[in-house]
């Protein structure tokens, strides 16, 4: 609902809007940042209402940062340091089911919007959080298995949603070497295969075949 509203306030805005405009869109900033005082539920639906609100097509300013900083926040490799039981109780929170997967999908597409340096940026943050996974090898345990595993869908849905043949060489390359990082984590080696293939031919230039 906030995100169809700033959506529409945005469309329609008249000088007397600004202020409002831009009030709320700090606020739902500051939500998805975790610089909010409100309760962890009221942050969540924050954070879903600014995905919701970036991905109508308004334009924020660095929203693919805001996103990426999101998603390596809500998987932090530190989970894995966690008890069993609590990493259970995560795992069927709204933030892993809902919206971590919604953020993964819009930082994909938020990127069409980005400059070429905030897309080497966003994949350079994506390289050094899928490394910090990579760095645990086999993950054994179903429960932690389950995140490892999540992190990699997380990155291949970024990957499928980004415009590849609009990001510069060097955003490909952290994006190849990302997905390399947590590739013992892949379930499925046809997807990851032609991910990594796609990524490579976008990456080649014209006649190197």
């Known amino acids: 609902l906030a995100g169809f509203f700033l959506t529409r306030l945005q469309q329609q805005r008249s000088l007397a809007d600004e202020d409002l405009l831009q009030r709320l869109t700090f606020s739902l900033q500051s939500a998805l940042q975790g610089n909010s005082a409100l309760p962890p539920s009221e942050q969540l639906l924050l954070r879903s209402a600014l995905i919701g609100y970036m991905e109508a097509g308004t334009r924020l300013e660095n929203a693919s940062a805001y996103l990426s900083q999101a998603l390596c926040s809500i998987l932090p490799s530190t989970l894995l340091h966690k008890p069993e039981m609590e ?83 060097t955003a ?11 590739d013992a984590y892949r379930e499925d080696s046809q997807e990851y295969r032609a991910l990594c293939l796609s990524v490579v031919e976008f990456g080649c230039e014209p006649g190197d075949g």
Request: hydrophobic content about 50%; overall charge positive.
């Open 87 to 169: 990493l259970e109780q995560q795992r069927g929170s709204a933030i892993c089911q809902v919206l971590m997967p919604s953020v993964a999908s819009s930082l994909g597409r938020c990127l069409a919007a980005a400059t070429e340096q905030q897309q080497v940026d966003c994949f350079t943050q994506l390289e050094s959080w899928a490394a910090g996974w990579g760095s645990f090898g086999v993950v054994a345990h179903p429960t932690r298995q389950w995140f490892a595993v999540s992190v990699f869908l997380a990155l291949a849905s970024v990957v499928r949603e980004a415009p590849l043949a609009k990001l510069p060489p």
């Open 172 to 182: 490909l390359l952290f994006c190849l070497r990302a997905l390399s990082c947590v």
